[in-house]
């Protein structure tokens, strides 16, 4: 009946759909020509917060119509509330979707359970006649079933598949783009929102960029770096060895997929010539001649023996740079401060939202 009497409301229902669409749309760096070539369980995690939203404003608006005919508040203030609480959340997670946090499907995987949940919700607060309790079940249960079904099926794969070749298939079917780095605030770095990342694994991109001073200030001949990873700090680095006009940078990944990705981006950059790539542990590479740049950046739990293992090659003028030492990366920091104990380094700590360490070799430097 409100509808049919205030038309109005759909279109302001439609406007505050595509509206928030297009905000998700803008934010996720996909054009409406995209939209097409999207799976279709992407396609349906771009939904939920649009309807939410437009339920919200038809809902808002039908409340202002049944105040003024009748002077009272009608039942779907409480849908109203539920929308709008319900709205942050599931913007959220497609944030963190977008920063190859959630699997596709999720978002509107948990969006189902919502509507089937607020469903029996609403009924039990509003209308406890059994037969309208036995309705609302029964209009329930498929949405939470499907949902369930759903998490079920994508949420196991996704945790079970290693960290590096989740954010590989999801670099695929995706560009990456900057964004706010998602680290969460430490005592050394509150504000991590003030770096930006590309994904969840690769370097801050600041942090990118100062591999890439350090090879044009210290001017190196031989740079090594461990857990080559998608190759955006390796390019950076290789970046300055070709600005420099000499050297080299050998990069050591042990994971043959992501390995070759990163080959298809060095030679595409044009940048292959001053890259050494090597399919294999940083645990058991050889390195001939002197390092004058070690970047760590391998497996955590290898960061401590590479480095033992790798400090005599380095230079003691040179420098040692180590990634992941904030302390919320306990094992990395720990191992950097257990290096400088034992008198082997002197190490600086860079506050940045995933940690850098810098520091050179005690022995033989003057």
């Known amino acids: 009946m409100i ?7 759909i279109l302001l229902a439609v406007a505050a759909f595509v509206a928030t669409l297009r905000a998700d749309l803008r934010r996720r760096r996909i054009s409406i020509s995209d939209l097409s070539r999207l799976p279709l369980l992407a396609m349906l995690d771009l939904l939920p917060p649009s309807i939410n939203a437009s339920l919200a404003v038809s809902f808002g608006i039908s409340v202002y119509s049944h105040v003024v005919a009748f002077g009272v508040l009608p039942p779907t203030v409480l849908a109203i509330a539920l929308c709008v609480v319900t709205w942050p959340v599931f913007w959220a997670e497609g944030r963190k979707q977008i920063q190859f946090q959630r699997p596709v499907g999720l978002l509107f995987a948990e969006w189902m359970i919502f509507l089937g949940s607020a469903q029996i919700a609403v009924t039990l607060l509003l209308d406890h006649s059994e037969s309208q309790m036995v309705r609302s079940v029964v209009l329930s249960l498929p949405l939470l079933l499907t949902g369930g079904l759903l998490v079920v099926r994508v949420v196991p794969t996704f945790l079970n598949k290693y960290e590096g070749l989740r954010i590989l298939e999801c670099v695929a079917r995706n560009e990456q783009f900057s964004q706010p780095e998602y680290s969460r605030p430490t005592p050394e770095c509150p ?50 060895i070709k600005e420099n006009g000499f050297g080299k940078v050998i990069t050591v990944e042990f994971d043959p997929a992501i390995r070759a990705r990163a080959e298809e981006r060095f030679h595409d950059s044009g940048l292959a010539p001053w890259i050494e790539s090597r399919l294999e542990s940083s645990l058991e590479t050889n390195i001939e001649g002197t390092i004058d740049l070690l970047y760590s950046d391998s497996h955590l739990a290898n960061r401590e023996a590479e480095i033992r293992r790798l400090l005599p090659r380095l230079n003691p003028r040179g420098l040692l740079v180590i990634h992941d030492a904030s302390s919320h990366f306990r094992i990395v920091r720990e191992a950097a401060l257990r290096l400088e104990a034992e008198g ?13 360490v810098v520091a050179q070799r005690r022995e033989g430097r003057n």
Do not use: C, N
């Not at 509808?3 to 409301?9: A, H, N, Q, W």
């Open 344 to 356: 082997l380094i002197s190490a600086v700590m860079l506050s940045t939202p995933r940690g850098v």
């Open 3 to 9: 509808f049919s009497l205030y038309p109005p409301i």
């Open 191 to 240: 504000q991590p929102e003030l770096w930006s990342m590309l994904d969840s694994q690769t370097t801050e991109v600041e942090v990118l960029e100062f591999l890439k001073a350090l090879v044009t200030t210290i001017k190196p001949k031989l740079v090594v770096e461990t857990g080559t990873f998608l190759g955006h700090g390796t390019m950076k680095l290789a970046e300055g």
